[in-house]
Each structure stands twice: as C-alpha cells, then as structure tokens.
C-alpha cells in the first residue's frame, strides 16, 4: 500500500492543500487519494506532526477554492467537455458518471460528491456547464468543503487520541476508507451492467 504516512511528512502542509485542491478543482487530479490522505493527516496531527488547526483550515480552504476552479472552467469550456477525446488523464466515462450523480441528486451532488472519488473532480466542472448559479453552487461547496476538508482530518485526529496504539491499525482503517470511498462507483457501475443486461434493447418497453 502506498505510504501516507511518509508522503505527507514529505509534502507538508502545502503539499496537502495542493493534493486536494488538485483533486477538487483539476481534471488530472482524479486519481490522487484525498479521502485516505486527510484521514491520514488527521492522524498525524494527533501524533504532533501537524497542527490540526492549521491543517484544517488549509484542507477546508483547498476543498473550496479547488471546487470554485472546478466551476469557472466548466463555464469557460462549456459543452466542450463532452466531446473531449480520450486521453492520459481524461476519460469521457468520467464525465457520464458524474453526470449521472448529477442527475439523481441534483444541486446536493456538490456535497454528496466530495465523499466519491473521481466524481467529485467531475462534479464542480458539470455544474459549471450547466445552469447553476455560482452563489447557489458556493453554497453547496462551502457545505461540502467542511463535511469533507474538516471532517476526515478531524476524524483522523480524534481517534487518533482515543485509540490506544491506532498506529497498529492504520493500514485496515486507511484500508477501509478506501474500500467505502470507490465501493459507490463499483456499485454504479453494477447497476447500469445490470439494467443494460435486463434492457439490452435499451428500450424503455
């Protein structure tokens, strides 16, 4: 499993809010691991590697100013997005995911998205394209940016203090974390298998 716990010791702060700021507002951040690397923070911070304070106020301001990033290229690209090739770090089956999130939660997507990987990169440029206002979506993304920027590093934190030798299970608990974070996108993915298997003509007959 890759080392957390010695990445974030290298990166620091900075190096944090950049992870997450990348994975909220940067097309290419999809693949970076923010859910187990805030919870991992959090940890550390119980341990005196990092104030919590600070680094909360860095996770919750990069989830936010990140997300808004997400936002205004949306509007500046428009529609384009859907019609962008494949390529390394771009994927048009990424963008149907998140446009399906969308489409089933609709403005509360920007808070629910924060806790699914990869649909949370997509999510802030969908509602860029479309026609939510920016007030509207800075509401949602504040909300958003606390329950996830604040909560995990808090949720490392906390059971770092009240967890006797939590450093034995760090690996199952980053492990589990994980596992929670993609098993909706797995899950997603089995019900459109599903319906499409039970559908093959796609007709709605």
Do not use: C
Not at 21 to 39: Q, T, Y
Not at 83 to 92: A, G, I
Not at 128 to 139: C, E, S
Not at 144 to 151: E, H, K, Q, T, V
Request: charge should be positive; hydrophobic fraction near 50%.
């Amino acid at each position: 499993m890759f080392d957390l716990v010695s990445f974030i010791k290298t990166i620091g702060y900075l190096g944090v809010f950049g992870v997450v700021f990348a994975e909220s507002g940067l097309l290419v951040g999809f693949f970076l691991p923010g859910d187990s690397l805030l919870f991992t923070a959090g940890f550390l911070a119980s341990r005196h590697f990092l104030d919590i304070y600070l680094l909360m106020g860095l996770t919750f301001l990069g989830a936010v100013i990140g997300d808004s990033t997400g936002y205004w290229f949306g509007k500046k690209v428009g529609p384009k997005i859907f019609t962008k090739e494949d390529s390394l770090f771009f994927r048009k089956e990424n963008v149907q995911k998140a446009e399906a999130f969308f489409r089933k939660y609709g403005s509360k997507t920007i808070i629910l998205a924060r806790f699914v990987p990869v649909v949370r990169t997509f999510v802030p440029v969908l509602a860029g394209v479309g026609t939510m206002p920016y007030r509207q979506f800075l509401i949602y993304n504040l909300i958003g940016g606390a329950l996830w920027g604040i909560g995990l590093p808090l949720s490392g934190y906390y059971l770092g203090n009240v967890i006797p030798n939590i450093d034995r299970y760090l690996l199952p608990i980053i492990a589990l974390i994980i596992f929670l974070s993609i098993s909706p996108s797995f899950f997603h993915l089995w019900k459109n298998r599903k319906a499409k298997s039970s559908n093959p003509s796609g007709s709605d007959n």
